[in-house]
C-alpha cells in the first residue's frame, strides 16, 4: 500500500531539478561487471574461467550418462530382437569407446534374463499349466474341437 501511494505522489525533491538527480543512479550500477559482483578483475576472470570448466564437466558427464543409457538400449534391442536406431548408435559414437553400462543395470538385465530362461524351461511351462483355470481350458479346447467338427461338415459331404 505505501508502495502505491509513493509511486503516485513521488518523490516531492526530485520535481525541483535540484543538480539532476538521475546522475546518481548511472553511477550507482557501474559498467564493469568486476566491480558490479564485487571482485576485483582478476578474481572475476579466475571465477568466469571456473565456471565455463564447471559447465564443461558437467555436459562431459551428462553425455557419457546419455551414451550409457543408449549401451543399455542396444543391449536390450539385441536381446529382444528390435530394430536398431540410429540416435542410439550416434550417442554411442559420440561419447567414445570407453562406455559401459552401469553395473546397477546390467544387475537389473541379468535378473530379467534369468526369470525369462525360468519361463522358457520346461519346469516353466508346468509351473504356468498349474496356474492356468482348467475350466477354461476345458472351454477352449471343447470350443476348438466343435469348430473343427462343423468347418469339417461343411467341407466333407459324407459326414
Known sequence: MAFLIKSMIGNPLSGMGLGGGGDKEEEATPSDPAKAAGMTREEYEEYQKQVVEEKMERDADFLHKKAERATLRVCLRDKYRLPKSEQDENMIEMAGDDVDVP?????MVDEDATEEEGKDSLMGQI?????????QLKEKASATVT?????????????
Do not use: I
Not at 147 to 159: D, G, I, P, R
Open 127 to 135: 509351473q504356468n499349466l498349474q496356474n492356468m483355470d482348467m475350466d
Open 103 to 107: 553395473e546397477e543395470l546390467l544387475k
Open 147 to 159: 469348430e473343427l467338427k462343423s468347418k469339417a461338415e461343411e467341407k466333407c459331404s459324407v459326414m
